[in-house]
């Protein structure tokens, strides 16, 4: 997978690498209780924890091992945000944003650019899932062309938690029959919901 060009433009954004000096802002960010709702981890709460997850950031860029954009605003190139796709089979698409920031199509913008990148580099499919607690999350996965498959109740680490999750899936190779099947096998309880 080539994460070489890496710097995508929108009209309002710059996406790229996350360094080493975006540790404020991915702190800002991640540690916000009201954005790590549904995020798999619990809120930041200090720099050094913030620098620990940037480093983890960086030696995926040194891996090669998917994608982790920085969304930032055009007029001063700091993170507000990020999208990453998972160098895992799942190619699992995941975004976050800055309350402040909410509401404003931002991580619409920035996802369908990385959903471009990733047909220009041959990525065959992405999937992404989103609480049902959280359906603005699913309405930016419609919009970018992602299309739901399925649901299931995992019991979800680390918060410990059992959440009903909406599975979509978008093929970016044209093979519209493809479902990635893992976690309907993984969890016991799965369903299809009707009209989504």
């Known amino acids: 997978m080539d994460i070489e060009h890496f710097n995508l433009e929108t009209e309002r954004l710059i996406l790229r690498k996350f360094t080493s000096q975006d540790a404020q802002a991915l702190l800002s960010i991640l540690g916000d209780q009201e954005v790590n709702t549904f995020l798999p981890m619990f809120p930041l709460k200090t720099i050094e924890e913030a620098k620990t997850c940037l480093?983890?950031?960086?030696?995926?860029?040194?891996?090669?091992?998917?994608?982790?954009y920085a969304v930032c605003l055009k007029k001063d190139n700091i993170p507000i945000g990020y999208v990453h796709v998972?160098?895992?089979?799942?190619?699992?698409?995941?975004?976050?944003?800055?309350?402040?920031?909410?509401?404003?199509?931002?991580?619409?913008?920035a996802s369908?650019?990385?959903v471009d990148q990733l047909r220009r580099d041959g990525l065959p499919y992405i999937t992404a899932t989103h609480d049902v607690n959280n359906p603005r999350s699913g309405e930016v996965m419609k919009r970018i062309g992602m299309k739901y498959?399925?649901?299931?109740?995992?019991q979800w680490q680390p918060k410990n938690i059992l959440v009903t999750f909406r599975m979509y899936q978008l093929n970016l190779d044209g093979n519209e029959g493809r479902i990635y099947w893992e976690y309907w096998e993984r969890y016991p309880v799965h369903f299809v919901e009707s009209g989504l």
């Open 112 to 114: 369908q650019a990385v």
């Open 55 to 68: 480093q983890q950031y960086l030696d995926d860029y040194d891996r090669g091992d998917g994608y982790r």
């Open 149 to 154: 498959q399925y649901s299931y109740k995992e």
């Open 86 to 109: 998972s160098g895992e089979k799942s190619h699992d698409f995941g975004y976050g944003l800055k309350k402040e920031f909410w509401h404003r199509g931002i991580i619409t913008e």
